[in-house]
C-alpha cells in the first residue's frame, strides 16, 4: 500500500538545520510518535541513525503496552532512550471529562491543543464494543440535519489526536498489557467531522488501529463513514482496505441535495460508482458497503422512499443501517415515528436487503455516535447564523397560527 506524505522527514530536516546554525538559538522541534504509523516509525528511526526494527518495538510499547514514558521501554538501550527524548516526544489529548451511561456507553470529552474539545464515544454491544472517533474538529459539509455541521469548521485532527482518542479510550478500559481482555473490538470514523477531508490523518491512524503491532483491530472492523468526497473515495483504496460506510440519507439528488450539501457536486451516481470501485479494489470484495439512512420524519421517511431506495441499491452490494433522526435544539426536524421506522425497515427486508436499525444508546448522558457536537471554537460563525434563522423561524411558527 502506498504512503501518504510524510512529515517526519521534513521536521528532522528543520531540527537538524537549525541545530547546525552555529549562531541561532537552538530551537528543537520534536517529533510526536504517538501519531506515527508503522512506515514512519521506520522512516523516523533510519533518520536517526537508527535500526528499522526500533519502529514495531517503539510501536508495541505505545499502542499495545500503552507505555508514553521513553525511560519504561526497556529493550531499548540507554542510550537509545536518551536519543528519544532529544529528538521526539509522546503527547496525548487530554480526557477533561468522562461520562458513563447506565447502558455501558461511555463518552469522553478530550481536549485538543489549542482548546477545543471534541467527542469521543464507547458503546457496547454483546460481545463488541465500538468506540467512535472524531477526525476533525467541527464539519465543513453542513448537512442540514447535522449538530455537528451546525458548528461550522475548526480545524483538522493530527493523526496523533485520532489515535490518541483510541489510546485514551483503551487506557480507560484497562485493554493495555498481555492477554487483557480488548473492550474496543471495532472502530467507526463516525463521530465529528469528514474522515475523507482529513485523508493523510485518518489513513494514517487506521492503519495504526489495524496494525498488528498495534491495537491489530481487523479490517472488517474498522469502518469510515463518509457523506462523499468521491475525488478522495476514489484514492482510499490505494492506501488502506477498512470497511466503507456511504451516508446516503436519500435516493434521488433533489432530496439529497437539500440534506446533504455535497452531493451538489457529487451526486448520487457518481458516489455509487466510486464507492463500488472501492469494494472492488479492496482485496476482499465480498464485503458489503454499509448505506447509513437517517429517518427524518416526513422529510424522507416516507413509503415512495424507501420504494426508490430499494430500487436505486437493486445492483449494489450493500447493507443497510437505518439511524431514527437525534433531534436537537438547533434545528426543526422530527424523529422517525416508530411505526414508521418499522414499515420502513420490513419494505426494505422485505425486498431482500439486510437491514439494521441503530438503537439510541447513551440517552442519558447525550451520546449520540454520529451526532456529536463538543465545545466546539466555531471559526466560521456558523453556529451563531444557525441560531438566529432558528430564532427566527421559531418565531414565525408562534405568531402565525396553523
Ligand atoms: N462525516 C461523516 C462521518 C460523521 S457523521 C459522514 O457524514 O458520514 C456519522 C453519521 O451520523 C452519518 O451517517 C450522519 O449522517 C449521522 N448523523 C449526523 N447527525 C445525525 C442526527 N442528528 N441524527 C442521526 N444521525 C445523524
Ligand atoms: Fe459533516 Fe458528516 Fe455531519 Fe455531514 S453528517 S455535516 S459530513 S459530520
Not at 258 to 286: C, F, G, H
Request: proline letters at 3%; one cysteine or more.
Amino acid at each position: 500500500m502506498a504512503e501518504p506524505s510524510l512529515a517526519v522527514d521534513a521536521a528532522l530536516n528543520i531540527q537538524s538545520a537549525r541545530d547546525s546554525a552555529a549562531e541561532a538559538p537552538t530551537v528543537v522541534l520534536k517529533v510526536n510518535l504517538l501519531g506515527l504509523n508503522h512506515q514512519k516509525l521506520v522512516s523516523f528511526f533510519e533518520s536517526i541513525g537508527e535500526k528499522k526494527f526500533r519502529a514495531a518495538q517503539v510501536l508495541k510499547w505505545i499502542h499495545q503496552l500503552g507505555v508514553i514514558d521513553f525511560d519504561a521501554m526497556t529493550n531499548i538501550s540507554k542510550g537509545l532512550r536518551e536519543k528519544l527524548k532529544r529528538t521526539a516526544t509522546l503527547e496525548l489529548p487530554e480526557i477533561i471529562q468522562q461520562l458513563d451511561s447506565k447502558d455501558g456507553t461511555r463518552k469522553f470529552l478530550i481536549r485538543e491543543s489549542g482548546g477545543s474539545v471534541i467527542e469521543t464515544v464507547y458503546i457496547p454491544e454483546g460481545n463488541r464494543g465500538t468506540l467512535c472517533v472524531s477526525s476533525q474538529v467541527g464539519c465543513a459539509l453542513d448537512c442540514s440535519f447535522c449538530m455537528t455541521g451546525k458548528q461550522g469548521f475548526s480545524r483538522d485532527l493530527d493523526a496523533f489526536e485520532i489515535i490518541g482518542q483510541v489510546w485514551l479510550a483503551a487506557k480507560s478500559f484497562g485493554q493495555f498489557g498481555e492477554d487483557r481482555p480488548r473492550k474496543i473490538t471495532n472502530v467507526v470514523m463516525m463521530g465529528m467531522g469528514e474522515p475523507l477531508l482529513n485523508f493523510d490523518n485518518v489513513v494514517d491512524s487506521m492503519n495504526i488501529m489495524m496494525h498488528d503491532n498495534a491495537y491489530g483491530i481487523s479490517k472488517r472492523r474498522v469502518t469510515l463513514s463518509t457523506s462523499g468526497v468521491v475525488p478522495a473515495l476514489d484514492r482510499l483504496g490505494d492506501y488502506t482496505d477498512c470497511c466503507l460506510a456511504i451516508s446516503l440519507h436519500a435516493a434521488n439528488d433533489e432530496l439529497r441535495n437539500e440534506l446533504v450539501p455535497i452531493n451538489k457536486k457529487y451526486p448520487i451516481a457518481m458516489l455509487l460508482e466510486s464507492a463500488q470501485r472501492y469494494i472492488e479494489k479492496t482485496p476482499d470484495n465480498r464485503r458489503k458497503i454499509t448505506i447509513e439512512y437517517t429517518l427524518i420524519d416526513h422529510v424522507n421517511d416516507r413509503m415512495e422512499h424507501a420504494v426508490e431506495l430499494a430500487d436505486l441499491l437493486r445492483d449494489v452490494p450493500v447493507k443497510i443501517n437505518l439511524i431514527p433522526f437525534n433531534p436537537f435544539n438547533l434545528s426543526n426536524y422530527k424523529r422517525v415515528s416508530n411505526n414508521q421506522l418499522h414499515r420502513f425497515r420490513d419494505y426494505l427486508i422485505e425486498q431482500g436487503y439486510i437491514v439494521t436499525v441503530r438503537t439510541t444508546r447513551g440517552d442519558d448522558i447525550d451520546a449520540a455516535c454520529g451526532q456529536l457536537a463538543g465545545q466546539v471554537n466555531d471559526r466560521t460563525r456558523r453556529s451563531e447564523r444557525y441560531k438566529a434563522k432558528f430564532e427566527e423561524e421559531q418565531a414565525i411558527k408562534i405568531i402565525t397560527p396553523e
